[in-house]
């Protein structure tokens, strides 16, 4: 009896471990995100105003990259300035995009903020439900990848036909992929799937970034205004 007990109270000390290494992950992981979309949102504002048009093969070069030094450095301090230094660069790539929304729409300023409250409502709701509902959403990794190879070769396919009827539901599929990956990412954290918040703050992060690149797409297509 003795024996079953001091098991038991062991079990129960590494849950209780276990939970606490996963509130950590969590805590840090919202800490980091936070700070790597405000690095974002400054360097997309420098972006948009020096005009910047930034190089197509280095902004790919640079983008994968920087990931690349990321994943390399997640477990030393190396990795928060390679991850400030990739979301900043996202950023700066991000800004010749809005200019043409800004200066290529009469109702462009509504439009990036309207794609920025939706982008936010959506994150914050996918994550709430997560994190009340502490559902184990590991099962979707396979049917969010193939929806997003899907989408990968309609957008290739889109190329070549232009129909922007496809365009829509190219950018409706890629909305609802990364809303998804929002919640199998965040039930991966409180899982203990994921423990390096660098890692995780950066697939947060991109999930984000693409939600609101294609929401962008979305609204342009939708509420856009030339006039």
């Known amino acids: 009896m003795a024996t079953h007990k001091s098991l038991h109270t062991t079990r129960a ?6 939970i606490i290494a996963e509130h950590e992950v969590l805590r840090n992981t919202y800490c980091l995100l936070g700070l790597s979309l405000i690095t974002c949102a ?11 048009v930034p190089n197509p093969i280095l902004m790919i070069i640079g983008m994968y ?13 190396y990795g928060l ?38 982008t936010g409502t959506i994150f914050l709701a996918l994550s709430a439900y997560v994190l009340t509902t502490k559902q184990d959403f590991s099962y979707l990794g396979g049917m969010l990848f193939i929806f997003l190879f899907t989408g990968l070769v309609m957008s290739l396919v889109n190329l070549f036909l ?3 009827v496809i365009h829509l539901l190219t950018s409706s599929l890629f909305i609802l992929v990364f809303s998804g990956l929002i ?18 703050t950066i697939s947060l992060f991109l999930n984000i970034y693409n939600l609101f690149i294609y929401l962008l797409q979305i609204f342009m297509m939708l509420n856009g205004r030339r006039d």
């Not at 000390?13 to 276990?18: D, E, F, I, L, V």
């Not at 400054?42 to 910047?52: D, E, K, L, P, Y």
């Not at 790539?93 to 903020?113: K, Q, S």
């Not at 039930?187 to 203990?192: A, L, M, Q, V």
């Open 13 to 18: 000390r590494t849950r209780s471990r276990s």
């Open 65 to 77: 990259g920087l990931l690349f030094c990321v994943q390399r450095n997640a477990d030393n301090v």
């Open 183 to 200: 919640m199998y990412n965040t039930s991966e954290i409180i899982h203990g799937g994921e423990r390096n918040y660098i890692l995780a």
């Open 42 to 52: 400054i360097a997309a504002a420098v972006s948009m105003m020096t005009r910047a």
């Open 162 to 164: 232009g129909y922007p």
């Open 81 to 118: 300035l390679f991850t400030f230094a990739f979301t900043a660069f996202m950023g700066y790539t991000l800004g010749p995009i809005l200019n043409m929304v800004v200066y290529g729409y009469a109702n462009g300023t509504a439009i990036l903020l309207n794609t920025a409250a939706c």
